[in-house]
């Protein structure tokens, strides 16, 4: 293997690059290779400078994330990069496409910074649940003033140059030309005979207490349950009173403190799991169809807003109503998604005037989608209607094209098998908003062919969404697993909690949502729907939530009506106490003595559930890893990010322990509570569900 670092010299100009694929993340190698080239810049007499500048892609991605939890290796980041800074020769950083988390800190630590345009400058440690541990927090407040320094350790978000620029944190834009930059600054730099300049001797920020109340009072809103980026804020106070060797010390005191808590743990899993969850054997290597002009049919809620994420990413789109009117109607919903857009700097006037004059078209004819290379189904949940639809479609697409349904609950097979090809067929399932959410379950038919999954995963890519396989179900992964956990919420009402104690509960946990605002949100009439729909094979022991069908019936469809489990003002609702009244009806009419249950209880009970069903979703192969489990609720049901998903949770918790929450559970309800046999098998053999994650 070639070395991963090399030093080379031009005339004067001691080149130092770095090559380890894919991210030149610093492992032991880059470490050692780094100390390696400085030594020898140094004693290289013919260099008067030198360049440190990444091969590939980008600049250096960072610490190598996957060295965290085990035994650490020298050389140690911190002190490669005291010992950049104590060259007594400058050194440049010159940073293209990304410069995070230690690739940052290795730049403050050289004497001079460029920055290609674009590059993203940033201190991301947080989102991983720690902070900057070799400098950052030390030496960016030194070039930045202490308000914006702490702004980007406790946020993660990196900066353009442009911004870095500004705010003093490089010294350069270059034109593009990495190497030509590069080589022409250090020429200009030693034509000047420019000192070396170590950021540790610069003067300690000042104090300010406003700028420390202020971040204090954004990361209460925006860090809400976050351990790590308040810790990063006193790393870099620590800054304005203590030298460089004091503060990093400091830096690295809080540093391993972040390294052993949970939350490390939860989102370190999240990054690995969201970069693993498309990998899959069935579509490695397999070609993905062509996708440039996509069908839509059906404008109400989900086809508007999976039509406007399309056009967001520059599709073609036609979109197929009823009738004139009705397509109007989703023209001028689209119309006002991009108007959001716009507002949120995603799109310009201009690009929303080119979509609405061209490549939208809205039509009623089916045969407008004669050149579709992929059409999407998402009409009213009824089967007679989309087989009609289906039907449709089978006649007027050209041979190839993709016909993939959103459908939330309904058969795919029988679907699929309903037509011609059914090998064309899959579900694509959205989340509402669909040109926000992040998650697209791709619903894998019995007969799909793999290009056609492949193109999915490809198309949710393009789309900037994340894309976890599932099998056909009542619900696939995700809603089959809400239906468990909701009926655990329900069965705990009935039996004396409050949905509003459920909520909160749940929020402290680090839901964004209890399961009964989100109801509110989402329309009570779609619980009523499904339960509807499920009541003819209906086990006489389920629990009904009978108050729930009555709020239906009142009209109480939850925030857009302004009254649900909640009342509304706005969007901030408060409890309704006639809720409650219909609660303690049915209770009183299922002769039932309610008892309490602490906010500890309500979690375990609502978390068993969640995982006993996602147990049962993995064994059946509905979800082919663990993993698929914990992306779907992270990326579409607002869990918690650092607690890393349920099976993640449920590992962190001891498989052994929360079986036995299960079997005390089914003392006082042995109909619900049954646990999982894959659960009972990974007990018995002492295993983890992440250990069913490898491959
Ligand atoms: N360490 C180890 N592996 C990493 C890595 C890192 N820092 N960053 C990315 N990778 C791996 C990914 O897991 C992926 O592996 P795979 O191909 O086997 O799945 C591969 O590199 C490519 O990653 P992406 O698919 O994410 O590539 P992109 O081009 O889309 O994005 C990136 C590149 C913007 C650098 C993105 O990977 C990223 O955000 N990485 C993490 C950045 C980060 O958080 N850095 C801070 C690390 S902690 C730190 O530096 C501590 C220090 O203060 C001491
Ligand atoms: P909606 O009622 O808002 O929209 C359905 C639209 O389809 C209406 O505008 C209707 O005019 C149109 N339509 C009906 N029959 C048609 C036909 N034959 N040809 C053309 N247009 C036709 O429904 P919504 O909420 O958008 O749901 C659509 C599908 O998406 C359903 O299958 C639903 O289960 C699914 N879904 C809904 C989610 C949600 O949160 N609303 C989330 C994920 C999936």
Known sequence: ????????????????????????????????GLDAAIEAFI?????????????????????????????????????VINRIEACPKPVIAAMHSAALGGGLEVALGCHYRLAMPGTKLGLPEVTLGILPGAGGTQRTPR?????????????????????????????????????????AYASELLAQAAPVRPVSAMPRPAADATASATIRATLAKTARGLVSPLAAVEAVEAACDQDLPEGLAFERAKFQEMMQTPQREGLIHAFFIERKVARLPEIDGIEPRTLSQIGVIGGGTMGAGIATAALLRGLSVTLIEQDGAAAEKARDT??????????????????????????????????????????????????????????????V??????????TSYLDINEIANSISRPADVIGLHFFSPAHVMKLLEVVVADETAPDVTATAFALAKRLGKVAVRAGVCDGFIGN????????????????????????????DFGFAMGPYAVADLAGLDIGYMTRQRKAADRDPQEVVPVWADE???????????????????????????????????????????PRTFTKDEIVRRYMAAMVNEAARVVEEEIAQRPLDVDVTLLAGYGFPR???????????????????DMESYAQDDPYFWHPAPLLMRLVAEEQTFDSLNAG
């Open 397 to 406: 697409c050209k041979p190839g094209a993709i016909l993939a349904t959103n």
């Open 642 to 660: 650092y607690r890393g998903g349920p099976m993640k949770w449920a590992d962190m918790q001891g498989l052994e322990s929360l079986l036995s």
């Open 143 to 183: 070039l930045t003033g202490l308000a914006k320094a702490m702004e980007m350790v406790s946020s993660g978000a990196p900066v353009t140059p442009e911004a870095a620029l500004e705010i003093g944190l490089i010294d350069r834009i270059g034109t593009g030309d990495l190497l030509e930059d590069a080589k």
């Open 480 to 507: 089959r697993i809400l239906s468990h956990y909701r009926a655990a919420a329900d069965r705990m009402v009935l039996a004396g909690a409050s949905p509003f104690e459920i909520d909160r509960a749940l929020t």
């Open 1 to 32: 293997m070639t070395h991963p670092v090399t030093y080379e010299r031009e005339g004067r100009i001691g080149l130092i690059r770095i090559e380890n694929g894919p991210v030149n993340a610093l492992g032991q190698a880059v470490r050692a």
């Open 43 to 79: 004693q290289d007499g013919e260099a008067g400078i030198a360049v440190i500048y990444g091969a590939g892609r980008l600049f250096i991605g960072g610490a190598d994330i996957s060295e965290f939890g085990k035994p650490p290796q020298d050389p140690w980041l911190p002190e």
């Open 334 to 395: 689209i119309a006002g998604n991009l108007g959001a857009a716009i507002r949120r700097s995603k799109l310009t006037e201009e690009g929303r005037d080119a979509i609405l004059g061209r490549t939208l078209a809205t039509a009623t004819d089916y045969g407008e989608l004669k050149n579709a290379d992929l059409v999407i189904e998402a009409v009213f949940e009824d089967m007679a209607v989309k087989k009609a639809v289906f039907a449709e479609l089978d006649r």
């Open 551 to 593: 709020l239906y019936h009142l009209g109480r469809l939850g925030q857009k009506t302004g009254r649900g489990y909640y009342i509304y003002e706005g969007r901030k609702g408060t409890p309704d106490p006639e809720v409650d009244e219909m609660i303690v009806k049915a209770r009183a009419d299922a002769g039932i003595t």
